[in-house]
């Protein structure tokens, strides 16, 4: 077997040496509806609709701010996919996303997508897969300094490939790899889930930060300069208001507290409805002033590095 068709999930830390290759198991069309949260795409941008849900695009349009730049490349490059911005210089890059279960099935597994953009003049079946000279992922907890924990114990098995050749923006590559239940990842927050690869001797790293809030795991999404979006990973029905949709969303302010072993502790200090494409603001976003909340390093590099 060629070395560059396999994706290895690389265990260090608790695990040293302890490695577990696996190989793609399914490569699916792009774009359409099919099973898995993972391959639900309403838009056909490459991004699954959960994912989109997370990072506060709008998984009803492949350019959320219609600046002509894809959706897929602005969160792919962490950019700012919901403000009209400069064009992405064409770049190897790297996205890490993990999402909740789909209200729409039964499956409760939570899900971890590394998203690539790939630069390469090979368009044959696998030019971006094979670009991959290596992948590593693991699970950091504040408490455990230097301890990588390998995320191999927490993968489910029946990873999804889906790979896509554009005219002017490089390949793209989704890797999608179900985790344990949504209920059992809440034991370990907060935490930081990482990706690290290499693509054309380029290192690239993401990692997206998780943590505990009453109603499930959340991630904390950057609105603008200075305030936040805490995200449920998990997608909560639309509701209707008055017979029409509403697009808008809480966001929040913070107050940093205090820190300590966990991350750094902020206080919510305010709450309020902004216009965040086709999401919902919860009737009890309000409740969320006064919660404490304690991110793994603070709120730098949020949104991916
Ligand atoms: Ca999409
Ligand atoms: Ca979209
Ligand atoms: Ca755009």
New binding site residues.
């Given amino acids: 077997m060629h070395r560059k068709h396999l994706v290895t999930l690389l265990a260090t830390g608790l695990a040293a040496g302890a490695v577990t290759w696996l190989v793609p198991t399914r490569s699916v069309a792009a774009g359409g509806v099919s099973g898995s949260v993972a391959e639900v795409d309403t838009d056909n941008d490459f991004l699954p609709d959960a994912v989109e849900w997370v990072l506060l695009t709008n998984s009803l349009n492949d ?3 219609g ?1 002509t ?3 897929f490349v ?1 969160v792919v490059a962490a950019a700012n ?1 919901r403000h009209a911005s400069m064009p992405e210089p064409p770049d190897q890059q790297m996205r890490l996303v993990i999402t909740g279960p789909s209200p729409a099935t039964s499956d409760p597994r939570t899900w971890m997508h590394v998203f690539h953009r790939v630069m390469t003049n090979e368009t044959g079946t696998g030019a971006g897969v094979m670009a991959i000279e290596s992948f590593d992922t693991w699970l950091e907890r504040p408490e455990w300094a230097g301890l990588r924990f390998p995320l191999n114990m927490f993968a489910a098995g029946g990873i999804v490939y889906r790979e896509r050749v554009t005219t002017n923006d490089g390949i793209w590559v989704q890797l999608s790899i179900p985790l344990v239940s949504e209920q059992i990842l809440k034991a370990v927050l907060p935490c930081t889930i990482w990706a690290e690869t290499t693509v054309g001797g380029q290192s690239l790293a993401s990692g997206m930060k998780l943590i505990d809030v009453p109603d499930g795991i959340a991630t904390i999404v950057p609105y603008d300069s200075s305030r936040f979006v805490m995200q449920t990973l998990t997608p909560v029905p639309l509701v209707m208001d008055g017979g029409s949709q509403s697009n808008r969303v809480c966001v929040i302010d913070m107050a940093e507290e205090s820190s300590g072993p966990s991350g750094t502790t902020y206080i919510v200090t305010a709450a309020e409805c902004e216009d965040a494409n086709e999401l919902e603001c919860s009737a009890t976003c309000p409740d969320c002033v006064g919660w404490s909340v304690t991110i793994p390093g603070g709120t730098q590099l949020l949104g991916g590095r």
Wanted: aromatic content about 0%; glycine content about 0%; charged content about 55%.
């Fill in positions: 350019d959320t701010d600046d730049i894809p959706d602005e996919p």
